[in-house]
């Protein structure tokens, strides 16, 4: 199984509906991240946790709300659609502090909204 | 919070040939990291050079860091066609802060 698992790995929804993307991991990190990628962009830090009680925004959070159910896991919602949100999102988790290993990402959620 | 700037923000060798890609910016960091991504997948962490540290490898990897000049270069030697990816910095400023990805270099090694 992979260290950081991430659900779906396809998606396409329709303007104005609400839409969960979930991530878990294995790895024992304390803090995990969302971002989300687009060309030309890089990627871009939507919220971040840096325990299961601590929920801060990124520089894009508008739009998005998060929740950390458990250490493992950190799920990332989006309220109501819009195609501007279309991208490929990625959860990614860390070492309090950052160890050698960096951060572990997940294979990425390809977000469509239509 | 500062993003590295990574360049070129292209490049493409031929295999066997070594690859250089640098990145810079601006204000202090704890640590640098470099991760690589092949098309459409999840970053993958490739190695962690820390504010106090000049050089590092790990296997046809070698970074640097030059903290005076706030910038670090990627070498990848004998480059394979396995080596096509986008390439990331990312700067890590410590404590509680938040990492920062720059852009990216494309690298196409040509079999």
């Known amino acids: 199984d992979a260290d950081v698992t991430q659900t779906p790995r396809n998606r396409i929804t329709k303007t104005g509906k609400r839409i969960m993307l979930e991530c878990s991991q294995t790895?024992?990190?304390?803090?995990m991240y969302w971002y989300r990628q687009d060309p030309g962009l890089g990627l871009r830090l939507i919220y971040y946790?840096?325990?299961?009680?601590?929920?801060n925004k990124g520089e894009i959070s508008d739009g998005y709300s998060v929740s950390r159910q458990a250490q493992a896991k950190f799920s990332l919602s989006l309220e109501s659609a819009i195609p501007n949100q279309t991208a490929l999102y990625f959860c990614?988790?860390?070492?309090?502090?950052?160890?050698?290993?960096?951060?572990?990402f997940g294979s990425g959620t390809r977000l469509t909204v239509v | 919070s500062q993003q590295g700037e990574e360049d070129p923000q292209a490049l493409s060798i031929q295999e066997g040939e070594n690859a250089t890609m640098n990145c810079s910016y601006k204000?202090?960091?704890?640590?640098l990291q470099w991760y690589r991504q092949n098309s459409g997948r999840g970053l993958v962490h490739l190695i962690l050079?820390?504010?106090?540290?000049r050089e590092k490898h790990s296997g046809r990897l070698r970074v640097t860091l030059d903290t005076s000049k706030k910038s670090s270069s990627l070498l990848i030697t004998a480059s394979r066609a396995a080596d096509t990816a986008s390439y990331f910095c990312?700067?890590?400023?410590?404590?509680?802060?938040?990492?920062?990805f720059g852009i990216g270099t494309k690298l196409q090694v040509i079999p």
């Open positions: 790895k024992g990190h304390d803090r």
């Open positions: 946790s840096f325990d299961v009680k601590d929920i």
């Open positions: 990312a700067l890590d400023p410590g404590g509680y802060q938040k990492v920062t």
């Open positions: 204000t202090s960091i704890n640590n």
């Open positions: 990614a988790t860390s070492d309090k502090p950052t160890g050698a290993g960096g951060y572990t």
């Open positions: 050079i820390r504010s106090n540290e």
